[in-house]
């Protein structure tokens, strides 16, 4: 039988107090204002910190815990909205944040893997089974918040934690826990066991959990609540075929990865596989009915929202848990600048020579030349000039997340007759393939991206030129920084106008870009339109210039997100544009 090895903190004294007695703790946290979730979030990290650096009996430790899980919730449910539709690289403060409700969910685990240790040294394996079982699946769950933050907050996870989850679960199958029912943390009444929440969190990560939109992290984990259980745990590494099926490795600090299929394993511990096929089955099935028009409340498919950002979020699932794409091309290592413009209407203004949308009869497009073109103008400055003031409480730790001096770019605004200003960034190119690119920057950034939103991008030897890529992942490695990766859709983009085709009166027109062909793809020209404001098989009006007007039939969707669609399109006859 194998030891159980945690990280846990060293006992020592510290300057704060914390209530040792269930009775005495429990009234304190009901006394405490969870309206003011900063102060109070603050008192129980304290108190958190406090217990776990005390020496405790394991019975008593183990009731102090319990009684926090309800008060964490709530607070950290209130401190993680601050991050909705918040810009990337964090400000130092939201950072700052960020890194207080992770380390609130580490003292939890902390507070669990206590009782674990001090169960395993004494050896307690009679008449506290439950006890050790609750344990198990209460640190598995913290340290999984740990690794949900992280990934909506686009930061990388903090080492050593997926070692530390494939060494909980590898104990509790040995001791024979690993199927035991327990209740799961408060303030939710429901049962798990270790081998599903072990589950649940692997499926989290194999989700390409850093390319997901804003938020959808926590949609993720709501449909795996109720359906992770479909996927199952293997002991052999054994696969009749790679899709679906992937590898863990125990001894690994990282998620699963996808079952080589030209591999021989040697016996051995540590290694298993996660079957996915009968959760691909349900997803599926939940994606035909969406189709055919039924409703995911009815459904009880478990995802919050439309039913079409339903559907987006499970297609995303099937190509994350099913077979994973491969890079067609190697990655080349290369520096160089390249400025980034976020939107369709920014798009639309940089390709038509910073001019401003005009809605046609009065729509003109204008080429500027390459010593026409405006860059944005880039001044070293100290980053507290840049923070914004913000709402929430800043929050100290005992021993606060260090932010050291960085490179900060302002950016001048573009301004435009109608008072809307357009913006671009400065990235460094970190690498590059004949399909994309990995960006980097340093600062707070004026433009405004999220993954899965349509960017312009204007290399230093392309002046004049913008392609038009869309953002597949980011992350915040450290402080004030940020990384994307950039999948291109075309070397170019030509700014023009569309509209329904009106009843009476004047079209609505509003901005739009047209992609050029791509004849080694094979790809016909495209139109790159804002989500969900024009349907396949739709007519439209396409203004191109000021005097060319035309019908067109949008075809097909080749490539959508949650903010643009991509849309193959062919010309109506004139004859036939109203029907």
Not at 47 to 55: A, F, G, K
Not at 178 to 201: D, K, N, Q, S, W
Not at 505 to 511: E, L, M, V
């Amino acid at each position: 039988m194998t030891n159980l090895s945690l990280t846990l903190p060293s006992k020592r004294v510290s300057a704060w107090m914390a209530e040792t007695d269930p009775k005495y703790a429990r009234a304190w946290l009901a006394s405490l204002p969870l309206a003011d979730s900063a102060e109070t979030a603050r008192e129980i990290y304290q108190s958190l910190y406090t217990l776990n650096r005390q020496e405790l009996d394991v019975g008593q430790r183990f009731e102090l815990m319990e009684l926090y899980n309800a008060p964490v919730a709530s607070v950290t449910a209130v401190l993680e909205s601050y991050f909705t539709r918040a810009a990337l690289p964090l400000t130092p403060k939201k950072r700052q944040l960020a890194e207080f409700i992770r380390q609130l969910h580490m003292e939890m685990a902390y507070g669990y893997k206590s009782c674990l240790q001090e169960l395993e040294r004494k050896r307690l394996l009679w008449g506290k089974k439950s006890l050790r079982s609750q344990a198990l699946v209460r640190a598995m769950y913290y340290l999984g918040e740990i690794l949900l933050h992280s990934y909506q907050v686009y930061m990388p996870y903090p080492p050593g934690v997926w070692r530390e989850l494939h060494s909980i679960y590898h104990h509790g199958v040995e001791n024979g826990l690993a199927e035991e029912l327990v209740e799961t943390a408060p303030p939710v009444t429901a049962h798990t066991t270790l081998t599903h929440e072990y589950i649940r969190t692997l499926l989290l990560g194999l989700c390409n959990p850093y390319q997901l939109p804003q938020g959808e992290c926590r949609q993720v984990q709501r449909f795996l609540l109720q359906w992770g259980e479909k996927a199952l745990i293997r002991e052999q590494p054994e696969a009749a075929q790679p899709t679906g099926y992937f590898l863990i490795d125990a001894a690994a600090d990282s998620p699963p990865v996808p079952f080589p299929s030209e591999t021989a394993f040697q016996p051995g511990r540590g290694l298993r596989l996660l079957n996915t096929i009968e959760l691909l089955r349900t997803i599926y099935y939940f994606i035909q009915r969406l189709q055919q028009g039924d409703s995911a409340h009815k459904l009880s498919v478990g995802i919050e929202g439309l039913d079409s950002v339903c559907l987006d979020i499970l297609q995303r699932m099937v190509r994350s848990w099913g077979q994973l794409p491969r890079r067609q091309f190697s990655r080349i290592q290369r520096s160089g600048i390249a400025f980034v413009c976020a939107g369709i209407p920014s798009m639309h203004f940089f390709t038509n020579g910073q001019i401003p949308f005009t809605p046609p009869a009065g729509f003109a497009r204008h080429e500027a030349d390459d010593d026409r073109v405006i860059l944005p103008s880039h001044i070293e400055e100290e980053i507290t000039r840049e923070v914004r003031a913000e709402e929430e409480e800043f929050i100290e730790l005992e021993e606060p997340v260090k932010v050291g001096p960085m490179p900060q770019t302002a950016l001048r605004e573009v301004s435009v007759a109608s008072g809307e200003g357009f913006r671009v960034d400065r990235w460094q190119i970190k690498d590059a393939a004949p399909k994309g690119l990995q960006l980097a920057r340093f600062g707070t950034s004026h433009t405004y991206v999220r993954v899965g939103d349509a960017v312009g991008i204007q290399q230093m030897d392309e002046i004049g030129r913008w392609s038009v890529g869309v953002v597949r992942w980011m992350k915040s490695p450290e402080s004030g920084s940020l990384e994307m990766g950039v999948e291109l859709l075309a070397a170019g983009a030509k700014p023009v106008a569309v509209a329904p085709v009106p009843r009476a009166g004047a079209a609505d027109y509003q901005p739009a870009l047209l992609l050029p062909a791509i004849e080694p793809l094979r790809r016909p020209a495209t139109l790159l339109l804002p989500r969900g404001v024009f349907a396949p098989r739709a007519n439209i009006l396409l203004a191109e210039d000021a005097d060319e007007f035309r019908t067109v039939r949008l075809l097909q969707r080749l490539e959508y997100s949650n903010v643009f669609e991509l849309m193959v399109f062919a010309d109506v006859d004139p004859e036939h544009a109203r029907g």
